[in-house]
């Protein structure tokens, strides 16, 4: 029987992952975006990746920094797509002789009532999820107020806004998923409750905005306000982020693609607005889910009885 960590220690290229590795190389450091994680935070996704089979140069699993005031340096941590953790349960599965299945979803409004579709023009209360591990229930809850992501203003942001039930559905089946599989997905978040899951609660600060203009990867903070303006420095971390991931490292490509996605010419960062920002975070979003189906945030098949 093939165990999961098997698959991803196939060497193929120079960014494979080898199972007797004890590090990783530049090449792959660069490639992963993670030269700046501590050694000890580059030691511990190394160990994930081998231990789930899930390969980082294809985007399956990766690791991202995200803001810690209380040390005051990003803090790294490794997160996945959903259909990353349907994988490594199904392999768990496969290796231990084991089934994996699904209840059905469901869904709760504020009355109480659960449903297994959601037809409601409003967003559901609650998702329920079950996994079935060789017949061993794992029912799990998600509420909407726990996991919704939102814009500054307090709305949901633009895909928990377009596909509500199908988002805090991901989060309840990611929940199940962890409880049925708790050795192969700990300390592995999806994207969809990353933020609710692991993040330190967000920095009200002004931000010095060269971020767009001199090659500053962080920007750098200023003296925080009760109501800055611009950009707050969580916000103008994740934009940052994502132009790395996405390959935009050109202070001109990175104006042009904001102005493209906000519909108006801007000459700095600073003349983005908190809104657009946003617009611009989603739009990043949506071009990395094209470009890496495995972290999408896109249905795939429900797995099946195995």
Not at 125 to 138: E, I, L, P
Not at 211 to 234: I, K, N, S
Not at 246 to 268: F, K, M, N, S, W
Request: net charge negative.
């Amino acid at each position: 029987m093939t165990d999961a960590k098997d698959v991803a220690v196939r060497p193929v290229g120079a960014l494979a992952i080898t199972a007797a590795q004890a590090e990783f190389t530049t090449a792959q450091l660069d490639a992963f975006g993670i030269g700046k994680a501590t050694h000890a935070e580059q030691l511990v996704f190394l160990h994930t990746a081998q231990r789930t089979g899930l390969d980082p140069a294809a985007r399956q699993i990766y690791m991202i920094g995200r803001w810690d005031p209380q040390t005051g340096r990003d803090r790294y941590v490794i997160q996945t797509g959903i259909d990353g953790y349907r994988l490594i349960a199904r392999r768990a599965a496969e290796a231990h002789g084991e089934t994996i299945s699904y209840g059905d979803t469901l869904w709760c409004g504020i009355n109480g009532t659960w449903r297994d579709a959601w037809l409601a023009e409003q967003p559901p209360a609650a998702a329920k999820v079950t996994v079935y591990r060789s017949g061993q229930a794992f029912p799990t809850v998600a509420g909407w107020r726990e996991y919704v992501q939102t814009r500054r203003d307090g709305t949901p942001n633009r895909m928990w806004a377009t596909m509500p039930a199908n988002q805090l559905a991901k989060c309840a089946e990611a929940l199940a998923l962890r409880r049925a599989f708790p050795q192969e997905l700990s300390g592995i978040y999806t994207d969809d409750e990353t933020i609710h899951a692991i993040d330190p609660e967000p920095i009200t600060a002004t931000i010095t905005a060269e971020e767009m203009a001199g090659g500053h990867d962080t920007p750098e903070v200023g003296a925080v306000e009760e109501t800055p303006p611009g950009l707050d420095q969580r916000r103008s971390r994740r934009m940052f982020a994502l132009f790395r991931d996405a390959g935009i490292t050109d202070r001109e490509e990175r104006l042009a693609y904001a102005a493209a996605a906000i519909g108006r010419p801007i000459t700095t960062s600073a003349d983005l607005t908190a809104d657009e920002a946003d617009r611009v975070i989603d739009r990043l979003v949506e071009d990395a889910a094209v470009a890496w189906p495995m972290t999408a945030d896109q249905d795939g098949p429900t797995p099946e009885d195995t």
